[in-house]
C-alpha cells in the first residue's frame, strides 16, 4: 500500500500515551531549558524523523518535542524492554520492538512503514546506536531508514539536537541536573529524495540516500552548534569502526 497525505486523528493517540506524556512533561521541563529552531515537522500525513543520538536521555527530550508538536512519535526499541508492567505500556504507546537479527530488523522495519503509511511519525536513530565519534557529530547512518522512506514515498525529516548530551554524554553518568541545560531542536525541510523514486531499493541505492539523510542531519547540527560541519560526512565511521558490538542493524 503506498503513502497517503493521512493524519493520525489526536482522539487515537490513546489514554495511555497522554498519561504518559503528562507524566514526562514536568521531567523534561525540570531538566532542560528550550530552544527549538524552525519546526517542519508535517502537519498532516506519515513521515520519518531522521534524529541525531547522542545522549541516553535524548529519547525523553526529543519525545516531548515532537509530542508538543502534536505529532506523537513512534519509537524503536529493543525487544527486551516489551515485557512486564513496562512492556505493556510500551505497546500501548504503539512503540516498535526490534529484535537482534536479520528477520527481526526487517520485521520492524516492515511495523515502521505500515506506521507511516497510518499517518504516525516514527523516529529513526539511523546511526543505530549512541555516536562515539570523539566531537559528537553523527556516525554513519544504517539503511533501514532508506528501505522504509523508499518503500513508502513518505517524507523524511531530518533533526539535530543538541543539549541533552551535556546532561547526560554518551556512554557516560549523568551530571548535575542545576544549572540546567539548554536541549536545542533544528528541524530541517524534507529530504530530498525525488531522483530515487522508481529506482530498485538496491544496497547501494539504500546507502546512497541513508548519506543524504545524514548529511542533512549533519548540516542542521553544525547550525545549532555553530561549526562548520566535517568536510566528508558520508565517510564518518560507524559504530563497528569504534568497536561498538551494541549497534542495531536497524
Not at 212 to 228: D, F, K, Q, V, Y
Request: some cysteine; aromatic content about 10%; proline content about 9%.
Amino acid at each position: 500500500m503506498p503513502y497517503t497525505k493521512k493524519r493520525m486523528p489526536r482522539r487515537k493517540i490513546g489514554m495511555t500515551y497522554r498519561v504518559m506524556a503528562a507524566i514526562a512533561q514536568p521531567i523534561v521541563r525540570l531538566l532542560f531549558e528550550w530552544e527549538w529552531g524552525e519546526r517542519h515537522l508535517p502537519a498532516d500525513g506519515g513521515f520519518i524523523a531522521a534524529v541525531n543520538h547522542n545522549s541516553y536521555v535524548d529519547p525523553l527530550a526529543y519525545g516531548y518535542f515532537q509530542y508538543a508538536m502534536g505529532r506523537p512519535p513512534r519509537f524503536f526499541a529493543k525487544q527486551g524492554l516489551f515485557t512486564g508492567a513496562f512492556g505493556r505500556l510500551m505497546h500501548a504507546m504503539k512503540h516498535i520492538p526490534v529484535t537482534r537479527g536479520g528477520a527481526g530488523v526487517l520485521a520492524a522495519l516492515e511495523t515502521a512503514a505500515t506506521a507511516v503509511r497510518a499517518g504516525e511519525g516514527v523516529v529513526f536513530y539511523p546511526e543505530g546506536t549512541l555516536t562515539r565519534d570523539p566531537e559528537m557529530w553523527p556516525m554513519r547512518g544504517r539503511t533501514g531508514i532508506a528501505r522504509v522512506a523508499l518503500e513508502t514515498g513518505c517524507p523524511v525529516i531530518p533533526v539535530a539536537q543538541w543539549g541533552a548530551n551535556l546532561l547526560m554524554p554518551p556512554y557516560g553518568r549523568m551530571g548535575r541536573i542545576f544549572p540546567r541545560r539548554t536541549h536545542r531542536v533544528l528541524v530541517g525541510p524534507p529530504v530530498d529524495l525525488s531522483r530515487y523514486q522508481g529506482r530498485e531499493p538496491t544496497l547501494e541505492v539504500c546507502r546512497e540516500v541513508t548519506d543524504e539523510i545524514m548529511a542533512a542531519i549533519t548540516s542542521l547540527l553544525g547550525e545549532i552548534r555553530e561549526l562548520p560541519m566535517p568536510t566528508a560526512p558520508h565517510a564518518r565511521q560507524t559504530a563497528e569502526d569504534y568497536g561498538d558490538a551494541r549497534a542495531s542493524a536497524a
